[in-house]
């Protein structure tokens, strides 16, 4: 039964939150506010966090901040109010995994929580495999400056090596196996994201633009361009 860390302020909220996740038979728990999220972060070992922003203390993005300097695997979906562009932006450069926005039904927030955990364990059995395998058996995947070192899951740029997180790796991985070939945007959600999921179209838009922020940190070519009207593609390096 996977266990979900509520951080939530709002008690009514909470509350609602509790039943419904309980009722699908997840196991929750609840922190009130940033530092009790991250003390029962460490003592109950969630297997995903829910962590609305606006929180009394810490704020969400600390949290998440404080969460992914130790721990980069365990899904985190953020809360955000409406207008919260900039949170959303600033989670998903920090690693969180996805992010639904207040007023939510609780249909969609099912099927986010679903298809992150999805996510996840898709790449730990990844890690897994290749810890089982004591090497790579598929080699290191190349396009000019770029680098994706699949058995160890790292990326490099102009041998600079680039924290990415699940999310960007999964994206970059699949850019890498599809290097010259237009991508629509529909493929690259059910790819990176899963058939049946539910995130926010936006969030591919701001992954790719997160990819590209890192990789220009260390490379004039531009690798991934836009497509209008279609999709994404990577660019061959020569």
């Known amino acids: 039964m996977p266990k ?38 460490s003592d109950e070992k969630p297997d995903l966090v829910l962590l609305d922003i606006m929180l009394p203390g810490l704020s969400g993005i600390e949290v998440l901040r404080r969460i992914r300097k130790h721990d ?14 900039d949170d959303k932006v600033t989670g998903l450069n920090l690693g969180s995994d996805d992010y639904i926005t207040k007023p939510f039904k609780i249909e ?17 059995k990844a890690k897994e495999a290749l810890e ?20 160890a899951m790292e990326f490099f740029v102009a041998d600079k090596k680039i924290e990415l997180s699940k999310t960007e790796y999964l994206l970059l991985k699949f850019f890498m196996e599809n290097i010259g070939t237009v991508l629509d945007r529909d493929t690259l959600l059910d790819k990176v994201w899963g058939k049946n999921h539910a ?20 490379s004039d070519f531009e690798y991934i361009t836009t497509v209008r009207g279609v999709g994404f593609k990577m660019e061959k390096a020569d």
């Open 108 to 124: 969609e927030l099912l099927a986010r929580i679903n298809a992150v955990l999805r996510r996840a364990e898709k790449v730990r």
């Open 4 to 41: 979900i860390l509520i951080v939530e302020d709002n008690e009514g909220i909470v509350s609602f939150l509790k039943s419904e996740l309980e009722l699908e038979d997840f196991e929750t728990c609840v922190a009130l506010d940033g530092r009790t999220a991250l003390e029962f972060f």
């Open 199 to 218: 995130t926010n179209p936006n969030n591919l838009d701001i992954f790719i633009s997160t990819l590209r922020k890192k990789i220009r940190e260390h």
């Open 72 to 85: 980069e695997d365990t899904p985190v979906i953020l809360v955000t109010a409406r207008d919260g562009t």
């Open 132 to 151: 089982n395998a004591g090497e790579n058996p598929s080699g290191d995947k190349k396009n000019g400056e770029l680098v994706l070192k699949t058995g």
